[in-house]
């Protein structure tokens, strides 16, 4: 994919928000709780979903971090904390519920990461400049 559509960022987000949620959301449907009922057991099912996620973890994890490097990780996560700061001094949402904190942490984090896994195409439309592992065609 060479750039960046609004239908492509929202398949990254939905992505993001299915592997953050998932994994952990603040119902009891998820991996994090599935697991923790039957530790120190460890269901053949539950071994496979488990290695599955964690190569969805790598992989989007690795390309936010080089995508948004370390700067641009701290930064959208401040910039995500202001904003639910703002929200909640409208009184938009109230932060006193257990329940909103964490679908509000898996909202932002998922957030985080489809930013992080489309800013190489936003960056490259951006200034023309596309990173050096990213040339095609080329032989030695």
């Known amino acids: 994919m060479e750039r960046l559509t609004f239908s492509g960022f ?13 994994t952990w ?15 120190p057991q460890l269901e053949p099912t539950q071994a ?5 996620l964690i190569g969805g973890w790598v992989f989007s994890v690795h ?6 490097g370390q ?3 701290l930064l959208g996560i401040a910039i995500f904390a202001a904003v639910v700061w703002l929200l909640a001094s409208y009184a938009w949402i109230d932060l006193s519920h257990d329940q909103v904190i964490g679908w509000l ?7 985080l990461m489809a930013v992080g896994l489309s800013w190489s195409l936003v ?11 990213e040339t095609h065609g080329h032989s030695n």
């Open 10 to 22: 929202c398949l990254r987000l939905a992505c993001s928000l299915l592997l953050v949620g998932v």
């Open 25 to 39: 959301n603040p119902t009891d449907t998820n991996y994090v709780h599935w697991v923790a009922a039957t530790f």
């Open 63 to 68: 390309a936010t971090w080089r995508s948004l």
């Open 71 to 73: 700067f641009g990780v």
């Open 105 to 111: 942490a898996v909202l932002l984090f998922a957030s």
């Open 48 to 52: 496979v979903v488990g290695l599955i």
């Open 123 to 133: 960056q490259r439309r951006i200034t023309g400049q596309v990173a050096v592992d």
